[in-house]
């Protein structure tokens, strides 16, 4: 199964890549259902799970708004605008599997990424593509932990000797 999704996230970045590419060149003509559906005839023989390839890709371009205000404070010296397409590509889709759909271990999703940023992307891709998915996952991580009370037994005890 996993190599199977190793090759679903292959045809999910490269439907997201070309959606970000006919987008930039002002092609108004886009249907991401079409592109998709494409790319699941041309790649039919190696495909089993659609339903993911499908829940990435409409989850990605659904949430890429929220994807990219995630990214942007993480990598403030790399405008969204000016990151390699298909980094940004890669980018999005491992934010969308860490924080929106949450069905892949978060170590998996960014390996997954990271993987995809050596087959595709320049030669320190993969390396910005890790340091930016481990730092929205330590983020994550940072607000999921339970705030300490900033009352302490000490202060409380000090309190009640004053009554």
Same mark, same amino acid.
């Given at each position: 199964?996993?190599?199977?999704?190793?090759?679903?996230?292959?045809?999910?970045?490269?439907?997201?890549?070309?959606?970000?590419?006919?987008?930039?060149?002002?092609?108004?003509?886009?249907?991401?259902?079409?592109?998709?559906?494409?790319?699941?005839?041309?790649? %039919?023989?190696?495909?089993?799970?659609?339903?993911?390839?499908?829940?990435?890709?409409?989850?990605?371009?659904? #949430?890429?708004?929220?994807?990219?205000?995630?990214?942007?404070?993480?990598?403030?010296?790399?405008?969204?605008?000016?990151?390699? =397409?298909?980094?940004? %590509?890669?980018?999005?889709?491992?934010?969308?599997?860490?924080?929106?759909?949450? @069905?892949?271990?978060?170590?998996?999703?960014?390996?997954?990424?990271?993987?995809?940023? @050596?087959?595709?992307?320049?030669? #320190?891709? %993969?390396?910005?593509? /890790?340091?930016?998915?481990?730092?929205?996952? =330590? /983020?994550?991580?940072?607000?999921?932990?339970?705030?300490?009370?900033?009352?302490?037994?000490?202060?409380? %005890?000090?309190?009640?000797?004053?009554?």
């Amino acid at each position: 199964m996993s190599a199977n999704r190793h090759l679903g996230r292959i045809v999910a970045l490269q439907t997201l890549y070309e959606q970000d590419f006919r987008k930039e060149s002002g092609d108004k003509t886009l249907v991401l259902d079409q592109v998709l559906n494409r790319n699941f005839e041309r790649y %039919s023989d190696t495909i089993e799970d659609k339903r993911f390839v499908e829940d990435l890709v409409q989850g990605v371009d659904k #949430n890429a708004e929220a994807i990219d205000e995630i990214i942007r404070p993480v990598a403030p010296e790399w405008p969204i605008e000016q990151i390699a =397409r298909i980094d940004r %590509s890669i980018l999005r889709m491992g934010v969308f599997e860490l924080l929106f759909d949450q @069905k892949v271990p978060p170590k998996v999703a960014i390996n997954e990424a990271v993987e995809l940023a @050596k087959a595709f992307g320049g030669d #320190n891709s %993969s390396k910005f593509v /890790n340091g930016v998915l481990g730092t929205v996952l =330590r /983020n994550k991580e940072s607000k999921a932990k339970p705030k300490a009370s900033r009352k302490t037994k000490t202060s409380k %005890s000090k309190s009640k000797s004053k009554e």
